[in-house]
DNA sequence: TATGAATGAGTCTTCATTCAT
DNA sequence: TATGAATGAAGACTCATTCAT
C-alpha cells in the first residue's frame, strides 16, 4: 500500500527535478522513469502523457510561484518600512528554499506563454491589487516625508530582481566569486541582508 | 564567394534566433536550415555537428555574453561614483540591445554547465581581477569617507541583478504591469534610471 | 450468481459490438471492458487473451453466419419456386436484423483466413451437401420444363450477393442514393421484393 | 536515379498490398517498409505519417474505385440493352482485375466515412446525374414496350452487387464452391455471364 | 471474483547525421 | 559546394496481459 502510494509520488518528483533542470524540451520520460525507479510505461499509466506530467509539476508548483511573486508585499499591521523589510526577508527565505524554480519558472513559462493564461490571470489580478494597495501606502508615507516616493512596481521589481537572480545566477557566480560562496549559507544570509539594505536605502528619506 | 561567405553566416544567425528563442534542446537544425533558406545538409556541412553550432553561437557572443556580465565596473578615469553611474548605464544598454542573451544564456549554462568550463575560466580570471581592483577603489573611497563600504563583488551582483533580470522577466512582467510598459523605451529610461539610483543611494554616505 | 453470469455475459454483449465496428485490430480490451463496465482486468480473467474473446463472438455467431449464407436455399416442402422465393425472402430477413455481421465476417476473414479453417470445415460440409440437393431438384425442374437450368451454386451466388452486398455497403449507399433510402423500411421492402423478383425472372422458363 | 524514383514508389505498393489485406489498424509501417525492402524511417521520410501514407493509397485508387462503381452505366450510342451487357462486362472486368479493391473500399472507406467527404461528394454528383440519365432511357424503353420498367437505382445495386460480391467473399467461397472454383479464369467467365444473364431476364419483356 | 498496479513488447514518429552524386 | 536520399538511434506512447492482494 504505502509503496503504491508513493510510487506515483515518486514520479512526480522525479519529473520535477528533471523538467527543473532540463526544461521540457530536454527533459526525457525514460530518464524521469529511471530516476523513480520504476518502468517506463508505469510514468505513462499515471501521467498519461509528458504534457499532462509536466502540468502536474506546474500546478503542484504554482502557488509557491505566487507566493515567490508576491508575498514580498503587502500583509497586514506593521510599520511600512518594517513590514517591507520583513517581506523581503521571508521572500528571499522561499526562494532560497527552491532554487531551482525561479529558473525553471521563467525558462518554461516564459517560453510557452500560451499554456500559462490561467496562471497569468490569477497572477496579473493579485499583481494589480497588490500594486495599488502599495502605492496608496506609498503615496502617504512619502507625503508624510517617512519615505522617497516610488512607483510600486518599479520597487516591486527591484525587490524580485535583488531577490531572484542570485539564485538563477548561481550556478554560474560559484567559480567567480572566489571564497564568498565557500560557505554558502552565510553567502545567502549576507545576500538577504544586502539586498534589504539597498532596498532600505533606496526609500530613506534623505 | 560572397555568397559562400554569407550562407555560412547566414545559418550561424539562424542558429542564434533558434537557439536563442528555444534553447539547444528546443531548436531543430532542421528548422534554423529553413530558417536560413538552405538545405539542412548544408548546415552541416558548415558545422558539422548541433553541439558545434552551438558552440560557435556561444563564440560568436561570448565576448557580449561577458560584456553583459561585467561591462558594469570599472573602466576609465572619472570620478569612483560617477564612473559607476557610466558604466551601469552602458551595462544596461548592451542589455537592452541583446534581450535575450541573458536568459539563454543563463539558461543553456544551467542545464549543462559542463559545456562552459572554459568560458568560465576566463570569466573567472576576469572577475576576480575586476573585483580586486574595484576593491581597492571602493576601500579607499570608503576610507575617504566618500562612501558606505561595501564587498565588491555584492555590488556587482546587485547591479547585474537589476540590469540583466528585468530582461529575463519582461516577456512575463508584461500582462502584470499594466501601462507601465505600454511605452517600452520609456519604460526602460525609467528602469534604467531607477538601477542607477538605487545603487547609488546603496553607496551613498549619509 | 446471477450477477457473475451477467457480467461475463456483458463483456461478451460489448466485444461484439466493439469487433464488428471496428474489427479485430481496431478494437481495445479496454475499450471492451468500459463498454461493459467491467474493470479491464476482469475482461482477462474471464476470457484470457484478445483471441480468445474473439472467438467466443464468433461462435456466438456461427450459426446466424451460417444461417446468413445458407438459409437461403431448401428446406421445407413447397412447390420448389415458392420454396426457394420464401428462403429468400427470409434469408433476407434474417440479414436485415444483422446488418452488421456480413461485414464484419467477411472482413475478419479475409485478413485472417487461417483463423477459420474449422468453421470452414464445416460450412464447406453443409454447403455441398445443399448443393447437391438443390442441383437434383433443379435438374428435375428443368427436365419438366418448369425453369431455366441453372448451376446451383451460381444460383447460391447470385442470392447472396443481391441479398447481402446491399448491406454491406449500405452506410456507402446511403449519400447516393437520394431519397430512396429516406424510409430505410420501405427501401428494405423493395429491395427484398427485387431480388426475389429477379430471382425468379432468372428462372423462369420463358 | 531509376532507384530512387522507384523506392517512394515501392513504399506506396507495398503499402497498397498491406492495406488492402490489413486495414488500416491492421497494416504496420514497419511491415510495410519492410516488404518494399526500405527503412522504417524511410517511409516516414517520404510520406511523413501513416496517415498521410494512407491516404495517398486511397488517392491512388480513388478514380479506379469510381469506375470501378460507374463505369457499368450511361455512356454512348449503342442500344440500350446492348450498351448495358457491354457495361456489365466490363464493369466485371475491372473488379477482376483489382480484386482486393472492393473490399479494401467497402471496409475501410465504410469504417471511416468521415475521411472521404470529398471522395464522397465526387461520387454523389456522379451517381445523381448518372442515375438520373438512365432512368429517362429506361422509362423511354419501357413505354416503348422493350424492357421492363425498373427503378435505375434498384437496376445498379442489383449489377454492383452481383459484380462486387463474388470477389468480396472470393476467399470464403473456394472451399465451398467445390470444382467450381478449379479454374479460376472459367469460374470468372462464367460468373460474368451469370451477372450479364440475370440482368438481362430481369429487364425482359413478357 | 475482483481490481489497481505493473510491465514488456511493440508502434509510430522525429531528428541529427551521413553519403552518393 | 550543394543536395536529395537514406538511416540509426532514440523518443513518446499504447496495449494486451499478468500479478499481488
Redesign the interface.
Known amino acids: 500500500m504505502q509503496d503504491k502510494v508513493s510510487k506515483e509520488q515518486l514520479i512526480l518528483e522525479s519529473a520535477e527535478q528533471e523538467f527543473f ?3 521540457f ?2 527533459a526525457r520520460t525514460t530518464s524521469i522513469a529511471k530516476r523513480a525507479g520504476v518502468t517506463h510505461a508505469m510514468l505513462h499509466y499515471y501521467y498519461r502523457t509528458k504534457e499532462q506530467l509536466f502540468e502536474r509539476v506546474i500546478d503542484k508548483n504554482v502557488s509557491l510561484i505566487i507566493a515567490t511573486m508576491f508575498s514580498s508585499l503587502g500583509k497586514a499591521d506593521m510599520p511600512f518600512l518594517d513590514r517591507l523589510k520583513v517581506s523581503i526577508s521571508s521572500h528571499f527565505d522561499i526562494v532560497a528554499s527552491n532554487p531551482l524554480l525561479p ?1 525553471f519558472f ?2 518554461e ?3 510557452r ?1 500560451e499554456r500559462y493564461n490561467m496562471m ?1 490571470n490569477k ?2 489580478t493579485s ?2 491589487e497588490i ?1 495599488s494597495k502599495v502605492q496608496i501606502e506609498i503615496d502617504e508615507q512619502s507625503k508624510q516625508g517617512n519615505i522617497e516616493w ?2 510600486a ?2 520597487l516591486f ?2 525587490i ?3 531577490n ?3 539564485f ?2 548561481l ?3 560559484k ?4 571564497d ?1 560562496l565557500d560557505n554558502q549559507d552565510s553567502f545567502l544570509e ?2 538577504k541582508a ?2 534589504i ?3 532600505m ?2 526609500l ?1 528619506k ?1
Not at 175 to 178: D, E, K, P, Q, V
Open positions: 533542470i532540463k526544461g524540451d530536454g529558473h521563467l525558462n513559462i516564459i517560453s506563454p497569468q497572477l496579473e499583481a494589480k500594486f516610488i512607483d512596481r518599479m521589481m527591484s524580485v530582481s535583488l531572484l537572480f542570485p538563477i545566477a550556478p554560474f557566480a567559480r567567480m566569486m572566489g564568498l549576507q545576500r544586502e539586498n539594505e539597498t532596498i536605502r533606496r530613506k534623505q
